[in-house]
């Protein structure tokens, strides 16, 4: 190519480098896509009974299994079942994700998501979670926890705690009303919910509504109790609007009607003010 001056240059394409550059960008980031999947995968660790019986092709024979979801459902199971002598820890969940980070070698103990089992009849499962899962793994968590049960026969009962802020009525609530239990249940419960069902346009979200979702499509009959409080951190009256729906479980599982003052005060502490206008 000559210039106005007369000068001859070489000419060349930059297509190919250019091509060769968004090649090596899309490689990075497919890496980097990989590498955040396999850190934000959903990792179950069970004792070393239930991992060798599910590596034989077992999967654990379940005929309750009670989630659940947040503080103060996790705290009512804590106060009020098991804090007997008759259940043993089974197993953990680690996640990772912006709220929950998972630790290499973490114990059940310190993760947010435990499993427990009767030891007079281990068809009775309990897990309590009161890690964030994110929406991303939401199915993953669900599907990996009930492809480690037996369907048949199953009941799911699922405890979650939401904020009366996020409830839905054409009427003023009052707070002699506050807390209350709603409910959702998958086509085939038979049972009778001890309270309500949930008025639309309220909704479930989170794991609740994952795990009701996959329990409709495999047909397992599964009940979620919501509870809407006006507290925000761990509450006794709170804990106690559960009792009724487990009470409904019979046999299975046996509640401590009235647990001591020492283990209420073990699990609800009171919440410490972080910020305050007036401080």
């Known amino acids: 190519m000559a210039t106005f001056f007369g000068e001859v240059l070489s000419v060349y394409s930059r297509a190919v480098e250019e091509d060769e550059e968004e090649l090596e960008e899309n490689e990075e980031d497919e890496q980097i896509r990989r590498e ?18 599910l590596r034989s092709g077992n999967k654990l024979q379940c ?23 008759n259940w043993d820890a089974v197993g953990h969940a680690s996640v990772w994700n912006e709220r929950s980070r998972a630790v290499t070698g973490q114990t059940s103990d310190e993760s947010g998501c435990v499993f ?6 281990p068809s009775v499962l309990i897990c309590q979670l009161t890690c964030y899962i994110a929406e991303d793994q939401l199915f993953q968590w669900t599907e990996k926890v009930f492809d480690c049960l037996q369907h048949r026969e199953l009941n799911v009962t699922v405890l979650s705690d939401s904020s009366v802020a996020d409830y839905k009525a054409a009427d003023y609530l009052s707070s002699n009303s506050i ?6 249940n998958t086509s085939v419960f038979r049972g009778q919910p001890v309270c309500q069902s ?3 346009p309220n909704i479930l979200t989170g794991i609740p509504a994952a795990v009701l979702n996959h329990c409709q499509v495999h047909r397992i009959a599964t009940v979620v109790y919501q509870c809407y409080s006006d507290v925000i951190g761990p509450d006794s009256v709170t804990m106690e609007t559960y009792k009724p729906a487990l009470t409904k479980l019979g046999k299975s599982i046996q509640l401590d009607p009235s647990p001591s003052t020492d283990v209420l005060r073990k699990f609800v502490r009171s919440t410490d003010i972080q910020s305050n206008l007036y401080i």
């Not at 005929?63 to 002598?85: E, I, K, M, T, W």
């Not at 807390?179 to 959702?184: A, D, G, H, V, Y």
């Open 36 to 53: 955040l999947e396999e850190k934000r995968e959903v990792h179950l660790q069970w004792s070393p009974d239930v991992s060798e019986s």
């Open 179 to 184: 807390p209350f239990l709603r409910s959702l």
């Open 63 to 85: 005929s309750d299994f009670v989630l659940a979801v947040g503080h103060n459902a996790a705290r009512f199971l804590s106060v009020c079942v098991l804090n007997s002598a």
């Open 116 to 121: 427990y089992r009767q030891k007079a009849n």
């Open 198 to 200: 949930l008025e639309q």
